[in-house]
């Protein structure tokens, strides 16, 4: 008997404890089972992703209803709060479903400190936690209510940001104001509606950081979006009359990733790494101090880890030659009336501001918008809608053009300045003037009348010939006119004066002898995006050619301190600069030819790799060591490198190493240590950590890029993509973990 008892009271305690234990972890919530915090219940979806329940944040003692990561050891990472306005203190609080006012936050006192406002009686409503981290209330099978329509912090796959137009409901992300109170602070995340939409931060009513217009690809002023598409992450983007939102998409389920905004109006995207047990910052805005909106004023473009980083757009000039002060004014006036304006393109930038801007969606070619922009006097400038697929639309300025920023790398977009006459370069476009031409012919409307039916047109050829006469007769002599002023328009140098030449102390090259030795730069000669090679000059020195954007607004001032600084470098394991070319629009470095390309191309090339065995890689380090040893001690300038890679080392007929790629390099004169900066330039996988996260940069800096380089050089592979690994775990990740593991 007594067995028996106890056999009845295991089993009733086994039943019990399992019940409890199920009805804790339920994903639900009905009319008669609220979650209290007294007893410590929480909800947890179906397949154990998310947790819903009361929390307290680090460093308080008040509580709150917050969903976070369930099945990670995270400390508890949250990602949305519904009572963050108003904390409950101790631990009372009661979390209820009811018909009238949906879900209801209420502290000990039974007073409600949240709500989620149902607009109707529901009759069957059940709230349900969801594995995507959506706390949904579902009414007869529809869903009454969403906490993904309310977002506070943190962007989810599947979260929208935008707007329904239908009802005006905004959704955004808003900041914490600290670590330890989740109310909302200034910093909001959102879409702006005016003009063309773009994505915006603003801290109350100031502009904090802006991330330009969709453009059928990406928002136009971030960069690493393609990037993150090779790991299956990216953006949706959606516009119509009922509603105008971006979402974010994760095509890898097993991967754990959220967008927060930090306290300070940063967003940051982050991803679970499991075997570390960490979140890693994978990319960030604001990146750079070019990110600060409007940092070079009016009219003037930001070059991040530029020599000079703020420039004024070709045709406009710093009145008090302080383009970060004022920005920068038309060099000469715009002469619409005579039809004397052209267009200059500014190549891969963040477009500028488009709350004033409009976009005309009936174009479908970049030549209309141009004729478009070029018909209109107020019209400063224009770029295409979307750029996915053969593109189509018109994005037109009317106003100064603010907030440009230059996103080397093909990340940006293209944009088109209008500018006087006189402004533009001496090329005369022709294919313009003959798209205007066509265009504008299309354009006029002929009322045609013919008089019977004979197949010799009668009348009607005659009133024909009276319309197109006199228009053919006007676009004619205005294309006389066009060309004569490009044909006063003189050929300039940018470096027009003797003594300025021979202060560059190095060759300039005219155009005509590059051009040649290139056998003008034909495709058979192309070393990479905007390189050229071998070429041969007339003395039979072998070169290789680095040719800038034809577009770039970089001074002729500043590029010639850049190329002096390059060419009083002098060291076997530094490239050789012989020379420059400055003409026109052109600007050309000339270097020696390195036969056997760059180091990359090597060492990432199963094929070739094999030419690098254990004694020439050991030479390849040793040399890069004594490069990086002049720059930062022995050249008469100490030079900070900031984008020390495979691809910047290029080896010669001996497969000695020479760093190349100086364009990112900053010089200091003195014992300057470290510098702090917001214009965080360089090769992700190669930064260091205080320089990527805090824009503090030394030789130290070039020393953690050295030694990624190192570990590349020994493995064979890259930092980024390590094999056989998750995809977020790099080479340095892998090292680490196994001197961990052998310690």
């Known amino acids: 008997m007594k067995t028996r008892i106890a056999l009845f009271f295991s089993f009733l305690f086994f039943f019990v404890t399992t019940f409890c234990y199920r009805s804790s972890a339920r994903d639900t919530l009905t009319l008669s089972t609220p979650l209290l915090d007294a007893g410590g219940a929480i909800l947890i979806s179906d397949g154990g992703r998310f947790a819903l329940g009361f929390f307290s944040p680090v460093g308080s003692s008040n509580r709150y209803i917050g969903i976070w990561h369930h099945n990670i050891n995270d400390n508890q990472t949250v990602v949305w709060v519904a009572n963050r306005k108003h904390a409950i203190t101790g631990r009372s609080g009661r979390l209820s479903l009811t018909a009238d006012r949906g879900l209801t936050v209420t502290d000990g006192n039974s007073t409600a400190v949240w709500s989620s406002h149902s607009a109707t009686v529901l009759k069957n409503p059940v709230a349900q936690l969801l594995d995507s981290g959506n706390f949904v209330i579902s009414n007869d099978s529809s869903v009454a209510w969403q906490s993904f329509e309310f977002p506070t912090d943190t962007l989810l796959p599947g979260m929208k940001i935008g707007w329904d137009l239908t009802t005006g409901s905004n959704y955004n992300l808003t900041a914490w104001t600290s670590e ?34 969709w453009n059928g690809n990406r928002f136009s002023g971030i960069s690493g979006v393609q990037r993150y598409r090779t790991i299956g992450f990216g953006f949706n983007y959606v516009a119509n009359p009922h509603q105008l939102f971006f979402s974010m998409y994760l095509n890898d389920t097993s991967i754990i990733d959220r967008l927060v905004m930090n306290t300070s109006g940063a967003v940051q995207h982050y991803i679970w790494i499991e075997d570390r047990q960490i979140w890693s910052l994978e990319g960030f805005v604001p990146q750079d101090e070019c990110d600060s909106v409007a940092r070079c004023g ?96 018109c994005v037109l300025w009317w106003t100064n053009l603010l907030d440009i920023k230059s996103n080397d790398g093909g990340t940006g977009q293209d944009l088109f300045v209008r500018v006087a006459a006189a402004d533009l370069p001496s090329e005369f476009d022709a294919d313009f003037f003959f798209n205007y031409i066509l265009f504008e012919f299309s354009s006029i409307d002929l009322v045609i009348f013919w008089s019977g039916t004979s197949a010799k047109p009668g009348h009607g050829s005659r009133v024909v010939a009276v319309i197109v006469a006199p228009a053919l007769a006007v676009f004619l002599l205005a294309f006389i006119v066009y060309w004569t002023c490009w044909r006063k328009k003189k050929h300039g140098n940018y470096f027009d004066d003797e003594t300025q030449e021979e202060d560059l102390d190095l060759p300039i090259y005219d155009l005509d002898t590059i051009a040649e030795a290139t056998n003008n730069f034909s495709e058979s000669n192309k070393l990479g995006q905007g390189g050229y090679g071998p070429g041969k000059l007339k003395d039979g020195q072998e070169i290789a050619v680095k040719r800038l954007s034809m577009t770039s607004t970089q001074g002729a001032h500043e590029f010639k301190n850049e190329v002096t600084v390059i060419a009083k470098l002098q060291h076997r394991n530094l490239v050789r600069l012989l020379g420059c070319c400055i003409e026109a629009r052109e600007r050309m470095l000339i270097y020696e030819f390195m036969p056997n390309g760059s180091l990359d191309a090597l060492l990432f090339d199963k094929a070739k790799s094999g030419l690098l065995d254990w004694k020439t890689r050991y030479n390849i380090i040793v040399g890069i060591a004594r490069g990086m040893l002049y720059l930062h001690y022995d050249s008469r300038l100490r030079i900070i490198h900031r984008d020390m890679k495979a691809s910047n080392v290029l080896l010669d007929k001996d497969m000695d190493p020479k760093i190349s790629d100086f364009g990112l390099a900053r010089a200091f004169r003195g014992d300057d240590a470290e510098v702090n900066t917001m214009r965080v330039v360089g090769t992700y996988g190669y930064m260091s950590p205080e320089y990527a996260m805090n824009g503090t940069f030394s030789m130290k800096s070039d020393v953690f890029s050295f030694g990624i380089l190192i570990l590349e050089i020994i493995n064979g592979r890259r930092n980024r993509g390590v094999h056989n690994s998750p995809f977020h775990m790099t080479l340095l990740d892998h090292v680490s973990m196994e001197l961990v593991e052998r310690w």
Not at 188 to 202: A, R
Not at 319 to 327: A, K, Q, R, T, Y
Request: with cysteine; net charge negative; proline share 7%.
């Open 298 to 393: 009016p009219n003037g473009v930001c070059y991040p880890g530029g020599s000079t980083m703020c420039t004024c757009l070709q045709g406009f000039t710093s009145p008090n030659n302080s383009v970060e002060l004022d920005g920068c004014v038309r060099l000469t006036a715009l002469d619409c009336v005579n039809g004397a304006d052209g267009f200059v393109a500014q190549i891969s930038v963040k477009l500028p501001d488009t709350s004033t801007a409009t976009v005309d969606w009936s174009m479908v070619s970049l030549d209309e918008c141009r004729v478009r922009c070029f018909r209109n006097c107020s019209c400063t400038g224009y770029a295409q809608a979307n750029v996915s697929g053969s593109g189509n639309g």
């Open 180 to 213: 330890s109170d989740p109310a909302p602070n200034g910093y909001t995340m959102s879409i702006d509606q005016s003009g063309d939409p773009q994505l915006v931060v603003t801290d109350g009513p100031r502009l904090h950081w802006r991330g330009g217009p």
